[in-house]
Nanobody
Framework: QVQLVESGGGLVQAGGSLRLSCAAS????????MGWFRQAPGKEREFVAT???????YYAESVEGRFTISRDNAKNTVFLQMNSLKPEDTAVHYCAAARGTGVYTRAPLYDYWGQGTQVTVSS
């Protein structure tokens, strides 16, 4: 069992930045693909970004160029740097881990999920 704990959410004005972190509970962090998803009130959970064990990345079109996903395998941690935030980025952001070495954009492919961290962007 892998436990994931997110941190770094909060309230920020439009145009601001936040950095989310996700710490995995044990070394079985590897080889896992890691992803960030988000869910706004009344909406379905949506893909945000993913990074493979080797560092390949892929982003949702809505965040491309504004968000950067990265990982530190030695510290079992994945990050999401969010810049130029918009009110429509407001959502609970979830970290997830998928067994394997690929790049995964679909939620059902993920095996473990964190509890989520709230990101609120005011206009």
């Amino acid at each position: 069992q892998v436990q994931l704990v997110e941190s770094g959410g909060g309230l920020v004005q439009a145009g601001g930045s936040l950095r989310l972190s996700c710490a995995a509970s044990r070394r079985a962090f590897t080889p896992y693909g890691m992803g960030w998803f988000r869910q706004a009130p009344g909406k379905e959970r949506e893909f945000v970004a993913t990074i493979s064990w080797s560092g390949m990345t892929y982003y949702a079109e809505s965040v491309e160029g504004r968000f950067t996903i990265s990982r530190d395998n030695a510290k079992n941690t994945v990050f999401l740097q969010m810049n130029s935030l918009k009110p429509e980025d407001t959502a609970v952001h979830y970290c997830a881990a998928a067994r394997g070495t690929g790049v995964y954009t679909r939620a059902p492919l993920y095996d473990y999920w964190g509890q989520g961290t709230q990101v609120t962007v005011s206009s």
